[in-house]
């Protein structure tokens, strides 16, 4: 094998958070413009037009979702056990508002009724607004710590309210995610639409930008001066077969901003975020729209790496049972699935990332109320 | 202890979501190679009727698809949300399968679907009907990898247990790809999405013959259909037994019960056309038998015995009893591992450990078990045989009526009379449903006849759940029942309407029933 077990851990946390990444970015767009969809369409045509610059994408960027929960069950069996069953409203409640994105975007225009249209519009922006709001209220509790526990046996217990997961500073991330997820979107959609809708289309980038800036800066305060943290105690050895119970865990006061003690150079990702939500509504007022959706995805590595170098090496964090924590080392598949894994990885990643831009290159160009006319049976 | 009533309301909902599911991906599967077909005749021959054949059978092909993307999100969410043991226990193995297939499969097909629909007018011809068979073959590896996950479900192979972990682990990769059991399965169950699909549009295409609309291209269309549903079926049929045959060697529980085999018969065993099963004094009250054929398609010779099911009852008494007692020394190693001698005797029962854990649904300890909780874990290891034989016959039943549908349809295809036989177009018509109904008695048949375990002796269903409140599971049931339901009624709305407008729905103006976009 390529690479030792410990650094496999390593590597594997690295490549969740690409994936993590990779779905902010592609998803994220089409979703933000489902968000937008309601508000920034002021009648039948202008709403295609806004459907249709996803039309033919947002089914390969879902993909995006479904493979990174794929991964995190390949590579972080316990992390996708305990999240998925211990969050069970929260996931159930992302799951039935993405079953509006399929039908919405295939059905809504089958049929020539306005209340028909409407409704999967406004399905549309349930399946765009509720999955980042959830992912961002999860992140925030992760922060906080999750009530959980293992048995002996390592089944999972999860020993918490749907909700005391809405609380106040969860609730501030989940901002912050729908905002970064909206102001990504809407760049995404002032680059491929023209007139009242791109102009419409600005004025929400403007506001999800602020907000996504004003509620970075306020969770990072929060986080910094009001929310412990946890670390691990016990020695750490990174080569063990995999136990979370076998460590030892305490909660400490600051314990999330001590990474960047450790290693200053993680102060680029918060500035990552800055630099690049800033950049982005510069260079998209100027109409640089592709740079512009160039630095709101620079811009969403910079706010999900942060929250994931703030966490390290812990991904989840329990509560009532500190050892349960679960982090890198002890969350992990073995170090034969982890191989595989990369390697599946590392050949077809860029086989996507090529076809995917492909598919972007055909379509390309802005989507005009011509178009919609013109296609009137086969557009959405 | 799991609440009985709490692992119950698992599986409905994990029964009912699959099954929903299973109702829109074999139309998808078969469709997507009906459009490849249909396609390159357009390239080949550049008759514009083939486009729109392409077109038209796509446009149902997306209404089905949306579906099928929408419920196959809540299968990936269920082993997470609600089979969280599961997950650990074995996602070192079964997790792998399942992010491949998203990596090479899905987006392959994801992606392509979108330049499928809007790609017409930007791609050369060529171009397109490489993103149409792009797409296809997206779909079927994407099949395939949820196979292989499924057949290591059902054939646990190139795995092993670590105290340490406290999980199953992958040893050998290449043994879980060609799992023989995952293999057979892939090609039967694809086989059959290819039927679903000729069976789509033969009776739709039987349909509009029998109106006398749109007549050349129905004609075209059920030629195709004909023809490749046709091939499908026999490859369906003989795939079918060779999935017999790997049952025959991984999993002789499911098939001894769902031939209602009670005792072991001398090699060849017969087949049990039709019988009576009586569960409380294991015999058939009445049966009408075939000799030999059981024999021969269960182990491929005249000579090899199969066990019937008080064979097996016996041999799994043996192991359950060796089961308890790794499950005894498993649980005293996790408090001290550096044992050695607890190792080795923990190695010598590893292989039972499942059948111990069948134990756990009756008692928490160990040294409660009496024999008559040993009795009923010995019962719990055969699946109901009545649901199962019946299930299985009706699917073989329905599988025969089918060859012999798709057979008239090609042979008077051949001759070029079958736009003239309404007894033919009827058949076609009113054997709309019958390949759904198949593929679902086929996965009950796969998915019952697994039982009690979820990993076929390894991990028993009782302790795969998430441990979850009883209140929690009727909630999310009554919330997917309502979603579902919702989503069906919708879907068959859109679709009916769309098969009864026809190819006039794409307005061309070149088909009947071209009324404005309503």
Redesign the interface.
Same mark, same amino acid.
């Given at each position: 094998m390529l690479f030792d077990y410990p650094t496999l851990k390593l590597i594997w946390w690295l490549l969740v958070g690409v994936l993590l990444v990779g779905f902010a970015i592609m998803d994220g767009h089409d979703m933000g413009v489902g968000t937008l969809l309601p508000f920034v369409g002021k009648d039948d045509v202008e709403r295609r037009i806004v459907i249709n610059t996803v039309?033919?994408?947002?089914?390969?960027n879902?993909?995006w979702?479904?493979?990174g929960?794929? $991964?995190i069950?390949?590579?972080w069996?316990?992390v996708?056990?305990?999240?998925?069953?211990g969050f069970?409203?929260a996931?159930?409640a992302v799951?039935?508002a993405?079953?509006f994105?399929?039908?919405g975007?295939?059905?809504r225009s089958?049929?020539?009724n306005p209340t028909w249209r409407q409704t999967w519009d406004w399905g549309l922006f349930v399946g765009g607004a509720v999955p980042p709001l959830i992912f961002g209220v999860a992140f925030g509790n992760l922060f906080q710590g999750v009530p959980f526990h293992f048995a002996?046996?390592?089944?999972?217990?999860?020993t918490g309210s749907f909700w005391a997961l809405l609380n106040p500073f969860a609730l501030l991330c989940g901002v912050v995610s729908t905002a970064m997820i909206t102001f990504h979107g809407a760049i995404y959609l002032m680059h491929r639409t023209e007139g009242a809708v791109q102009r419409r289309t600005q004025t929400a980038m403007l506001v999800f930008g602020s907000l996504l800036l004003i509620g970075f800066s306020a969770a990072g305060i929060w986080l910094w001066q009001g929310i412990d943290g946890y670390a691990i105690v016990s020695a750490v050895d990174a080569g063990a077969?995999?136990?979370p119970l076998d460590k030892e865990v305490i909660r400490q006061p600051g314990a999330w901003l001590a990474n960047y003690d450790k290693a200053p150079l993680t102060m680029v990702l918060p500035a990552l975020a800055y630099a690049g939500t800033l950049a982005a509504m510069l260079l998209a007022v100027n109409r640089a729209t592709l740079a512009a959706f160039v630095a709101s995805s620079l811009a969403i590595v910079g706010v999900i790496g942060t929250a994931g170098a703030s966490l390290f090496p812990f991904v989840m964090p329990s509560s009532t049972d500190l050892r349960s924590g679960l982090t890198v080392y002890d969350s992990v598949?073995?170090h034969?699935?982890l191989n595989?894994?990369l390697w599946?990885?590392l050949i077809?990643?860029p086989i996507?990332i090529a076809?995917?831009g492909w598919?972007y290159k055909?379509?390309a160009g802005k989507v005009t109320a011509a178009y919609i006319r013109e296609n009137?049976?086969?557009?959405y | 202890m799991l609440s009985e009533e709490l692992v119950d309301l698992s599986r409905l909902q994990f029964a009912i979501t699959a099954m929903y599911h299973f109702l829109f991906v074999p139309l998808t599967i078969g469709m997507t190679w009906i459009l490849v077909i249909m396609e390159s005749a357009y390239v080949m021959t550049g008759k514009t009727i083939y486009k729109d054949m392409t077109?038209f059978w796509g446009k149902l092909f997306?209404?089905n698809? $949306?579906?099928g993307?929408?419920t196959?999100?809540?299968m990936?969410?269920q082993?997470?949300?609600?089979w969280?043991?599961y997950?650990?226990y074995v996602?070192?193995?079964?997790? $792998?399968p399942?992010?491949?297939?998203?990596?090479?499969a899905?987006?392959?097909e994801?992606?392509?679907?979108?330049?499928f629909?809007?790609?017409?007018d930007?791609?050369s011809r060529k171009q397109h009907l490489l993103v149409t068979i792009l797409m296809a073959v997206g779909t079927n590896l994407s099949a395939l990898w949820i196979l292989i996950a499924n057949g290591w479900m059902q054939n646990p192979v190139g795995a092993e247990f670590?105290y340490?972990?406290?999980?199953m682990?992958?040893?050998d990769?290449w043994a879980v790809l060609f799992n023989p059991d995952a293999q057979a399965k892939f090609v039967h169950t694809v086989s059959a999405g290819y039927v679903t699909g000729a069976m789509f549009v033969l009776s739709i295409s039987a349909f509009y013959l029998l109106r006398g609309r749109d007549v050349e291209f129905a004609k075209k269309s059920f030629r195709i259909a004909a023809a490749f549903g046709f091939a499908s079926i026999c490859s369906v049929i003989v795939l079918g037994d060779e999935s017999g045959y790997t049952v025959g060697e991984a999993q002789q529980t499911k098939l001894a019960a769902m031939e209602a085999m009670w005792e072991t018969e001398p090699a060849p065993a017969g087949f049990n056309l039709i019988a009576i099963p009586n569960e409380a004094e294991m015999k058939n009250d009445f049966a009408i038998e075939i000799p030999w054929v059981m024999g021969i398609i269960g182990t491929r010779s005249l000579d090899q015995q199969i066990p019937g099911i008080k064979e097996i009852r016996e041999k799994n008494r043996e192991r359950i009893l060796s089961g308890m007692e790794a499950v005894v020394t498993l649980?005293a190693l996790?408090k001290t591992p550096n044992d050695a001698a607890l190792r080795e005797e923990f190695e010598q029962h590893k292989a039972d450990l499942g059948f111990g854990l069948l134990l756990k649904k009756y008692v928490v300890d160990m040294r409660d078990v009496t024999p008559e909780i040993i009795d009923k874990a010995v019962a719990d290891t055969i699946p109901r045989v009545a649901p199962l034989f019946w299930t299985f016959r009706l699917m073989v039943a329905f599988g025969f009526l089918m060859l012999a549908l798709f057979g008239a349809a090609l042979w008077y295809s051949i001759k070029g009379n079958f736009a003239d036989k309404p007894w033919l177009l009827r058949a076609s018509l009113w054997m709309l449903p019958v390949p759904w109904l198949s593929c679902e008695l086929g996965w009950f048949v796969a998915e019952y006849g697994r039982q009690p375990w979820t990993i076929y002796g390894v991990l028993p269903t009782h302790m795969s759940v998430?441990?979850?409140s009883v209140g929690?599971l009727y909630?999310?049931l009554a919330?997917f029942i309502g979603?579902y339901t919702l *989503?069906l009624a919708?879907?068959m709305y *859109?679709m009916v309407r769309?098969a009864k407008q026809g190819p006039g729905?794409?307005?061309t103006g070149r088909y009947d029933n071209e009324y404005a976009?309503?």
């Open positions: 039309g033919p994408h947002w089914d390969g879902q993909v979702f479904i493979t929960g794929g $991964a069950f390949a590579a069996p316990l996708y056990a305990t999240a998925f069953s069970y409203w996931m159930l799951l039935w993405l079953f994105r399929p039908v975007f295939d059905y089958k049929i020539n002996d046996n390592l089944m999972p217990y999860y077969l995999p136990n598949s073995s034969l699935t595989i894994m599946a990885t077809f990643m996507i076809y995917t598919a055909v379509m009137d049976h086969a557009a | 077109r997306g209404i698809f $949306a579906l993307v929408t196959g999100i809540t990936e969410f082993f997470g949300t609600n969280a043991y997950s650990h996602g070192d193995i079964f997790g $792998a399942l992010a491949i297939e998203g990596l090479m899905f987006f392959l994801s992606t392509f679907i979108g330049l629909f809007f790609g017409w930007r791609l670590s340490v972990t406290m999980r682990e992958m040893v990769f649980e996790r998430s441990t979850l929690s909630g999310s919330g979603f *989503l919708v879907e *859109l769309f729905s794409l307005g976009h309503a």
